[in-house]
């Protein structure tokens, strides 16, 4: 248990330093940028001065022709970082009193982070392309009792956990409701990668009181398919909604018979949904 809840820890100072990098490269960028509009150099250069730009906006008013022109230029480096939760299911499989297979889904909810970093194609992140690393935790812990075998044999669960650590690359298209490239939109995501991870489901027998558990760990490809709904708050600044499905590797694999014997075995399902609000912040 120790040992989980460290590696989820790591996880997420891992999340979180990236989440400064992206703002610290950020202003770097802002300072970088309004150095080179400020130079002038040429009387070319000074020209652009007397443009008064509206980025939310993308177009721009030349003061000199009175004409408003579409700006050719946005923000194109996004960073995204979102907290939400997460649902997946053990397959519990054990055999009752009478000689009969019970099957059970044993739902495990947890929390749910990311921190995306990447680049808009288009303005308002129509297109948008990067990668996203994120870290999950979730878990059970019912005190679920379960009558096994043709003997008097009675089992409590007494822990039931799941990691994971996840790198994916991702894409997806951002649908404008409103004409304002900024304004409401909906989008769709798709996401490929690696997911590693693992956990661990322990029993105890109630008369005995002795303990029974078995771990899993391993490292295997995961694909996730999402949608997202965002609205602006501020210029640069949007608060988003997203909804996601992910298929990757069972987080815990118990065969038959691993529980030292006992006649209980399962999986967690391969395919968890997960449920995340955070900021797109553009840069």
């Given at each position: 248990?120790?040992?989980?809840?460290?590696?989820?820890?790591?996880g997420?100072?891992?999340?979180?330093?990236?989440?400064?990098?992206?703002s610290?490269?950020?202003?770097a960028?802002?300072?970088?940028?309004?150095?080179?509009?400020?130079l002038?150099?040429?009387p070319?250069?000074h020209?652009?001065?007397?443009?008064q730009?509206?980025?939310?906006?993308?177009e721009?008013?030349?003061?000199?022709?009175?004409?408003?022109v579409?700006?050719?230029d946005?923000?194109r480096?996004?960073?995204?970082p979102?907290?939400?939760?997460?649902?997946?299911f053990?397959?519990?499989?054990?055999?009752?009193?009478?000689?009969?297979?019970?099957?059970?889904n044993?739902p495990m909810?947890?929390?749910?982070?990311?921190h995306f970093?990447?680049?808009?194609v288009?303005?308002?992140g129509?297109?948008?392309?990067?990668y996203?690393?994120?870290?999950?935790?979730?878990?059970?812990?019912s005190d679920?009792?379960?009558?096994?075998?043709d003997?008097?044999?009675?089992y409590?669960?007494?822990?039931?956990?799941?990691?994971r650590?996840?790198?994916?690359?991702k894409?997806?298209y951002?649908?404008?409701i409103s004409?304002?490239?900024d304004g409401f939109?909906?989008?769709l995501?798709?996401?490929?990668?690696v997911m590693?991870?693992?956990?661990?489901i322990?029993?105890?027998?109630v008369?005995?009181?002795r303990?029974y558990?078995?771990?899993t760990a391993?490292?295997?490809?995961?694909?996730?398919?999402?949608?997202?709904?965002?609205?602006?708050?501020?210029?640069?600044?949007?608060?988003?909604t997203?909804?996601?499905?992910?298929?990757?590797?069972p987080?815990?694999?118990?065969p038959?018979?691993?529980?030292?014997?006992?006649?209980?075995w399962?999986?967690t399902?391969?395919?968890?949904?997960?449920?995340?609000v955070g900021?797109?912040?553009?840069?």
């Amino acid at each position: 248990m120790k040992k989980f809840i460290g590696i989820f820890i790591t996880g997420v100072i891992l999340n979180s330093s990236l989440a400064m990098t992206s703002s610290f490269e950020a202003q770097a960028n802002k300072n970088q940028d309004r150095y080179s509009y400020d130079l002038v150099l040429f009387p070319q250069v000074h020209k652009l001065n007397s443009r008064q730009e509206n980025k939310n906006a993308h177009e721009y008013s030349d003061t000199n022709t009175g004409n408003v022109v579409k700006d050719t230029d946005w923000d194109r480096r996004v960073a995204s970082p979102t907290y939400g939760l997460s649902l997946l299911f053990f397959e519990l499989r054990y055999n009752d009193r009478f000689n009969n297979q019970r099957d059970e889904n044993i739902p495990m909810p947890g929390i749910d982070l990311r921190h995306f970093n990447g680049v808009n194609v288009s303005p308002g992140g129509g297109f948008y392309y990067g990668y996203e690393i994120g870290v999950g935790l979730n878990f059970n812990s019912s005190d679920r009792r379960y009558d096994v075998g043709d003997s008097t044999d009675t089992y409590q669960l007494d822990e039931l956990i799941a990691f994971r650590l996840s790198f994916m690359f991702k894409h997806g298209y951002r649908f404008n409701i409103s004409p304002d490239p900024d304004g409401f939109s909906l989008g769709l995501e798709l996401g490929l990668g690696v997911m590693g991870g693992g956990g661990e489901i322990k029993f105890r027998h109630v008369n005995t009181n002795r303990a029974y558990n078995s771990g899993t760990a391993g490292v295997a490809p995961v694909f996730e398919l999402g949608f997202e709904a965002g609205t602006p708050i501020r210029e640069r600044v949007r608060l988003s909604t997203r909804l996601a499905l992910a298929i990757g590797p069972p987080l815990i694999d118990v065969p038959y018979g691993d529980l030292s014997g006992i006649e209980m075995w399962g999986q967690t399902t391969p395919a968890f949904i997960s449920m995340r609000v955070g900021f797109r912040m553009m840069h």
